[in-house]
């Protein structure tokens, strides 16, 4: 009985000593990984910057405006995007002779890195310098916002007044069906003291692989500024039900990054006397560059010249 309990001691011994050997190589092993990783984003960054310096990729990371008549409209981009974003809503408006500024969010259209360091205040903050500019010089705006940018123009628009609202794909929360409730916020956030930044699996959200090839972006997003990302939506939340401006919402139910149902809920907040939410299936997150973009531009037409017609895709 006593060797067999020495014996059964000494396997025990033996298996806990192999566990912390196992262990402390697991730990190892995951260690390097993360050194590796991080080394090779760090040069993938090193050269997506070399190539945000190119005549072409400047050209779709600029602001651009247009002068013509007013409501002057405030095209506000998406997070990690740049003023290109709002290219197919702003080519419309030229031709319709509206006066309008694409505006570039602190931290975006350079680098990654300079990404890191934005702040949801500076994004709101520019948002509100160029409406106040807008404002001054044509006496009433209109503002159109894609993603975080339409976050931003909810927000503005509880605080000022707006003639139009135009509201794309707006973020308040990770699409839940597809990543599980709430769990890739947690592991986000989880993920930020050892992985600084993280590669997107394609460079924009978009189903047309034609329009896919075209589009601008960061590659590579900063996992600390997410939280901003979170703190813009959780303000304009709150902020929805003081918006009366007259609105028009676009979703697509195929939006894999926005999740549509939250989206639909905040709508429901407006208690602005004339809305309309449109909803589209065949695109995903960046409607304005995928399969939906004309029917979106349309309808963004006929809002804007107040065409009430009930047409839906």
Known sequence: MVEKIKSLV??????????????????????????????????????????????????????????????????????????????????????????????????????????????????????DREYNLLKKRYGSVSIAGFSIGGDIALDIAARQEVSRLVIISPFFKFKEKWFGCGLVERLLRWLQPVLPYVKKIRVGMINDPEKLRQYHAYWHVPLACLDEVFRVAETSVKKAENVKSDTLWIHSRGDMVADFAASREVFKKLPSRNKQFVEFRRSDHVVLHDYDSEAAVERIVAFIRDDKTDRVP
Not at 46 to 75: M, N, T
Request: glycine content about 8%; overall charge positive.
């Open 10 to 127: 000494q396997t025990m011994e033996s298996l806990f000593f192999w566990g912390l050997k196992a262990g402390f190589g697991a730990v190892l092993l995951l260690t390097a990984a993360i050194i590796f990783y991080n080394v090779y984003i760090s040069l993938s960054i090193d050269r997506e910057e070399k190539a945000f310096q190119k005549k072409g990729c400047k050209q779709k990371s600029s602001e651009f405006s247009g002068d013509g008549k007013p409501p002057a409209f405030l095209l506000i981009h998406g997070f990690s995007n740049t003023p290109y974003d709002m290219k197919p809503v702003a080519l419309k408006l030229e031709r319709l002779g509206f006066a309008y500024k694409a505006i570039l969010l602190p931290g975006h259209g350079t680098s990654p890195r300079q990404l890191r360091c934005a702040t949801a205040r500076k994004w709101t903050e520019k948002a």
